[in-house]
């Protein structure tokens, strides 16, 4: 244990160790102004030395501090202190991920595929969430994530290992199955390094083998060889998220969410990243280009203008010998004729453009499907309706136009209000607002199709 005097670290009194590793302690103590139960992650002194350090690990503090998330701990205070550095911490109750598949395992069984959505959908939320605001955690692993007893994940950890001891090429731990190996050749790897991570915690959630770091796959093989095989959609995305090379990776904890969510749905087909070049050794991700239209501008210098041409001096010439007479008019710039000729072929190609046009959309108005008389009107209370009692994404638009991702998971059960509809492709969406999915960074509120609702 860290030595104090008084068991005081800062305005905190220090009531009992709870957890400890090589990098970290970890106490209960009390809030001095909020009287709420708070943890202390107190950093052992030898990863603390060095002005460099100290200033990262201040400035990673305070970006967390800054996150507010309902799937990322609460960081409500943090110092440095007789050498000690320390993160004043929200108290989170309740079973790590790691905990649950070895409970599972235990039992010969393996996470159904309704609660490894559960516990995903905060991952994603708060990862994304993050990433958004410059954060990287670099080192999630199953015992990073906690399921609350309220039944809402949060993801422990930020950066913190990370900066305290970056891992070596040659370093094996209980992290190195979800390590991602740009991270471990000592890269300081981006978003996709948590992808890669995600995607090795996935496979052990819907497995219950934990992946191996030079062979992530291993847990994919093995169910193919009982017979277990995940659906193809789902073993793509697996796939596409621990792809070894970050080029041929998933590129966001977004588009791994819109990926995982829309085959679960099987309303979205799965786009695979390009494969990746064969290499032995792990190259660092590339960092992230301009805009094409501003890289081509600060490029390329603007052109100047021509010199006006030099006038060169001829010499004299014979004057050329009169024209014959013509007995027809000429024709003189600006002619009526010219320009009224063209502006009528103008006038022609639009006319016919129209009519296609016209057409076009004249057929497809006939042959469209009807979506026939919407069940419910702007202002009816509904309740979201499920087959055997599931779950149903909720989304920012009507997916049969168009995909722009999914907003939450609405349960069976759960009831709200609906605020507008819209007639997609032959079938009826609402724009729903649920009360029970309101979380700070999303207000409850988006589109769920007809066949997912009945009247309250």
């Given at each position: 244990m860290v030595a104090l005097a008084d068991n005081r670290l800062g305005a905190y009194l220090l009531e009992g160790r709870v957890a400890y590793d090589d990098l970290l302690e970890v106490y209960q103590a009390t809030h001095p102004k909020l009287g709420t139960p708070v943890v202390v992650q107190v950093i052992r002194p030898q990863w603390m030395r060095g002005p460099a350090t100290r200033a990262a690990f201040a400035q990673l503090a305070a970006s967390l501090a800054a996150l507010r998330h309902p799937n990322i701990p609460r960081v409500y205070d943090y110092g440095i202190e007789e050498g000690l550095g320390y993160l004043v911490l929200e108290q989170i109750e309740g079973q790590t991920l790691a905990e649950r598949v070895a409970e599972?395992?235990?039992?010969?069984?393996?996470?159904?595929?309704?609660?490894?959505?559960?516990?995903?959908?905060?991952?994603?939320?708060?990862?994304?969430?993050?990433?958004?605001?410059?954060?990287?955690?670099?080192c999630l692993s199953p015992d990073q994530i906690v399921m609350r007893d309220g039944g809402e994940p949060a993801v422990l950890g930020f950066g913190l290992r990370f900066l305290l001891h970056p891992p070596s090429p040659d370093q094996e731990d209980k992290d190195a199955p979800y390590r991602a190996p740009e991270i471990a050749a000592g890269d300081l790897g981006d978003a996709r390094s948590d992808v890669y991570s995600l995607g090795a915690v996935l496979l052990e959630m819907l497995s219950g083998i934990a992946p191996e770091p030079d062979d992530p796959e291993r847990c994919l093989k093995a169910r193919a060889r009982a017979g277990r095989r995940f659906s193809p959609?789902?073993?793509?995305?697996?796939?596409?998220?621990?792809?070894?090379?970050?080029?041929?990776?998933?590129?966001?904890?977004?588009?791994?969410?819109?990926?995982?969510?829309?085959?679960?749905?099987?309303?979205?087909?799965?786009?695979r990243p390009p494969p990746a070049a064969e290499s032995r050794e792990v190259k660092p991700a590339p960092p992230a280009k301009p805009a094409r239209?501003?890289?081509?501008?600060?490029?390329?210098?603007?052109?100047?203008?021509?010199?006006?041409?030099?006038?060169?001096?001829?010499?004299?010439?014979?004057?050329?010998?009169?024209?014959?007479?013509?007995?027809?008019?000429?024709?003189?710039?600006?002619?009526?004729?010219?320009?009224?000729?063209?502006?009528?072929?103008?006038?022609?190609?639009?006319?016919?453009?129209?009519?296609?046009?016209?057409?076009?959309?004249?057929?497809?108005?006939?042959?469209?499907?009807?979506?026939?008389?919407?069940?419910?009107?702007?202002?009816?209370?509904?309740?979201?309706?499920?087959?055997?009692?599931?779950?149903?994404?909720?989304?920012?638009?009507?997916?049969?136009?168009?995909w722009q991702g999914v907003l939450g998971i609405a349960t069976d059960g759960q009831t709200g209000l609906v605020e507008a509809r819209r007639d997609c492709d032959g079938e009826w969406w609402y724009q729903v607002r649920i009360p029970a999915l309101q979380a700070s960074e999303w207000d409850g509120v988006g589109w769920v199709d007809e066949k997912h609702l009945e009247p309250r």
């Open positions: 599972l395992c235990s039992q010969g069984k393996v996470m159904p595929l309704r609660e490894a959505l559960d516990w995903i959908d905060g991952l994603f939320r708060a990862l994304d969430f993050a990433h958004q605001r410059g954060v990287l955690h670099r959609g789902l073993e793509q995305v697996l796939r596409n998220a621990i792809a070894r090379d970050p080029l041929a990776r998933t590129e966001s904890v977004r588009a791994l969410a819109r990926d995982m969510f829309g085959v679960v749905r099987g309303e979205r087909p799965l786009r239209r501003e890289a081509i501008r600060q490029a390329s210098p603007r052109p100047k203008p021509p010199p006006p041409p030099t006038p060169s001096v001829a010499p004299p010439q014979a004057a050329p010998p009169a024209p014959e007479p013509s007995h027809s008019r000429p024709v003189e710039d600006g002619n009526p004729r010219a320009w009224r000729g063209a502006l009528a072929m103008v006038l022609a190609m639009t006319a016919l453009l129209a009519l296609g046009w016209w057409g076009t959309a004249w057929v497809r108005a006939r042959t469209a499907p009807s979506a026939g008389a919407p069940r419910f009107s702007v202002g009816t209370e509904v309740r979201v309706s499920v087959a055997g009692g599931t779950s149903v994404s909720v989304l920012r638009g009507c997916p049969t136009e168009f």
